[in-house]
């Protein structure tokens, strides 16, 4: 009973976080496979002919896991955020407010909204990789709980940055200067090992460094990185992360006055 | 059991402004109740905090018994809100509207889509069901929302100005169907700016200005106590001055309108009586829409600006309402 009522809102913010970005996929699903496509063909194809390998493999299946990953953090992140705050903008978030769901359900069914478009995205992404890409996998465990933990991260990520966002541009300042640099300079396109040992210490303090080397640790059975160190890491972040959200929900922070 | 019970309920907003100071209401289960009072008194804040959208700075809130602090889930499932403003997902369907607010209120996938069907129908929305909302009219969305309110079958329906901005044929349709489903047991409250709707619909008010409860009885007790009403007559020919009429106080609007005040205790027959007496014809007859405005004269010492600006706004209100009554 008291299981239903739960799992009920829980759904139906899910199934209408789907539909919302199933609806627009032209917006939500296209561009990334697009961009994505291009990093393949320009930096695989092209460019990585010439560099040859990186880590003892292809140059393009070096790469091919870190750029999933892009696909999946960006996507994630950017569901939520623009979702939640679309809902404090046009105020619908008060239809959930106003309803017997408690502020956790409301925080678990927008993640898994912005986990769902990750993975997909993700997915979508995998495939178009396929064509350039000989993909092994080291270790299907591995992939899998990798990427899921990570979008369900960023997903949280997204929703901290809607609930204090108060115009549209506060949706896209983040994104724009914290996910991408660390994101290019997480060692997807490569190794630390190749950088002055200065900027290889400097780069064991970006978090997503930790999630790109597990994730391509899943695929090619090498890391920059340990494993529990990034398993640790990530978890560690989801926690504090969700904590704050829900803090952040239960004291009404941007939607309530 | 009071559906509703509010003890020492304050408000203070972040910038300071005390929109509420301390107020007390109960409302008795299947009661029709109104909660009536100028702009920016207090009514949307109070709505605010019943229905969680608003935090409260002190006081204690009962809601059919659940108290909000300690069993919130269950105080909010009593509770269906009509909020004052449009708070529609613009590219959603009503359909979904309604059936996802279903969803929030716990109601499994298929008793959602029947509750979603039969709301839509008694609003008169069924046909534009795969219409997204923004395409609505405001009178339709204000309609949807009555219909997304009642969708959990709340035993309390809250609805914060439900009739600004709606023709005057589907306010009629509304007071109608409102009255309905009071009558089957659901207990309203509603706040409005217009006494003539209060007293229509509603058993008992709360009248609140500037963050208190300046009034709380029945609408006929205090109808009663408004001692006197005024009559806008139209003559059959102009006038030059305007008649004598003992005990009445009266002026011309213009030639051929005559404004009269009947006290309580005078009789309408006695005024025609010396109208005949005179040779003045009346072809015509009215009240002048101004009960509130002696209302609330009679309650607050009010200041001449926010007269002003409520009779402007009952101007705007009867030209927009072809003239209610
Ligand atoms: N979010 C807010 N922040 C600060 N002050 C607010 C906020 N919301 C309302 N107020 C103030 O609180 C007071 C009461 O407002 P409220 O909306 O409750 O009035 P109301 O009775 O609903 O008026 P109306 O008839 O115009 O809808 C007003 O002075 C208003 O300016
Ligand atoms: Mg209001």
Redesign the interface.
């Known amino acids: 009973m008291s299981f ?2 739960y799992y ?2 829980f ?3 899910v ?2 976080e789907t ?1 919302r970005y199933t ?1 627009i996929w032209v917006q939500t699903i296209v561009p990334p496979a697009i961009t994505m496509t291009l990093y393949f063909v320009i930096f695989g194809s092209l460019i990585g002919r010439r560099i040859g390998e990186m880590g003892g493999v292809p140059f393009v299946d070096y790469i091919a896991p870190g750029i999933i990953m892009m696909a999946v953090i960006t996507n994630a992140y950017s569901n939520v955020v623009s979702s939640f705050f679309g ?1 404090k903008f ?3 978030i ?9 502020n956790w359900v409301i925080i678990l069914g927008y993640v898994a909204g912005g986990v769902g478009r990750g993975l997909l995205v993700g997915l979508v992404v995998t495939i178009v990789a396929s064509f350039f890409v000989s993909f092994r996998i080291h270790n299907l465990a591995v992939v899998v709980s990798v990427v899921a933990l990570t979008s369900v991260l960023f997903a949280l990520g997204g929703l901290i940055n809607a609930i204090f966002a108060k115009k549209f541009d506060d949706i896209s300042i983040v994104p724009t200067f914290i996910l991408t640099p660390l994101t290019y300079l997480g060692g997807v396109f490569y190794t630390i090992s190749m950088l002055p040992e200065f900027w290889q210490k400097v780069s064991l303090v970006n978090p997503i460094l930790y999630m790109v080397n597990a994730f391509r640790y899943g695929f090619l059975g090498q890391s920059d990185v340990p494993l529990a160190v990034a398993y640790g890491l990530i978890i560690g972040f989801i926690v504090v992360l969700f904590c704050f959200c829900l803090w952040l929900i239960n004291r ?1 922070t941007g939607i ?2 | 059991m009071n559906a509703l019970s509010i003890r020492g309920l304050t408000k203070t ?2 910038n300071g402004l005390v929109a509420l100071h301390g107020i007390d209401l109960d409302v008795a289960e299947g009661d029709f109740f109104a909660l009536l009072g100028p702009n920016g008194a207090g009514k949307s804040t109070t709505i ?1 905090i019943l ?5 409260k700075t002190a006081g204690k809130v009962h809601v059919f018994g659940h108290d909000m602090d300690a069993e ?3 105080a ?2 009593c ?1 269906g ?1 009509v ?1 004052q ?8 369907k009503l359909f ?2 309604l059936v ?2 279903a ?7 298929r008793r959602a889509r029947e509750r979603a069907e039969t709301c839509l129908r008694e609003l008169g929305l069924w046909d534009r069901r795969d219409d997204i909302t923004r395409n609505l009219s405001g009178g339709m969305k204000r309609r949807l929302m009555i219909a ?1 309110a009642l969708v959990h079958q709340p035993r309390l329906l809250i609805l914060d100005e439900p009739t600004a901005g709606v023709d005057i044929e589907i306010r009629r349709s509304m007071w109608a169907y409102l009255q309905e489903i009071n009558a089957a047991g659901t207990t309203i409250i509603l706040t409005t700016h217009y006494l003539e709707e209060a007293e229509h619909l509603c058993r008992n008010i709360a009248i609140i200005d500037e963050g208190r409860i300046i009034e709380n009885t029945s609408i006929r007790a205090l109808l009663r106590r408004m001692n006197t009403e005024v009559f806008m007559l139209t003559l059959d020919g102009d006038l030059a001055q305007p008649p004598e009429l003992p005990g009445h106080d009266c002026r011309l609007v213009d030639p051929h309108t005559l404004e009269v005040a009947v006290h309580r205790g005078q009789s309408l027959n006695s005024l025609f009586a010396a109208l005949s007496e005179q040779g003045v014809t009346v072809v015509s007859m009215r009240n002048r829409n101004n009960r509130l405005e002696q209302l609330f004269l009679q309650l607050v010492r009010l200041d001449e600006g926010r007269l002003e600006s409520t009779r402007r706004r009952e101007a705007d209100a009867r030209l927009a309402g072809g003239g209610q009554r």
């Not at chain 1, 008060?94 to 408690?102: F, G, K």
């Not at chain 2, 403003?85 to 959603?92: A, D, I, K, Q």
């Not at chain 2, 969803?103 to 996938?109: C, D, H, I, K, T």
């Open positions: 239903w009522r009920i809102p759904e139906t913010i199934i209408r539909q609806r809902a046009q105020r619908h008060e239809e959930i407010l106003v309803a017997p769901v408690p009404g309530r006055s | 907003y972040a605010g229905s969680s959208l608003v935090n919130l889930e269950a909010k499932a509770i809100l909020p403003e449009v708070n529609l997902n613009g590219f959603e979904q509207v996802n607010q969803g929030y209120y716990g109601l499994p996938r997304r």
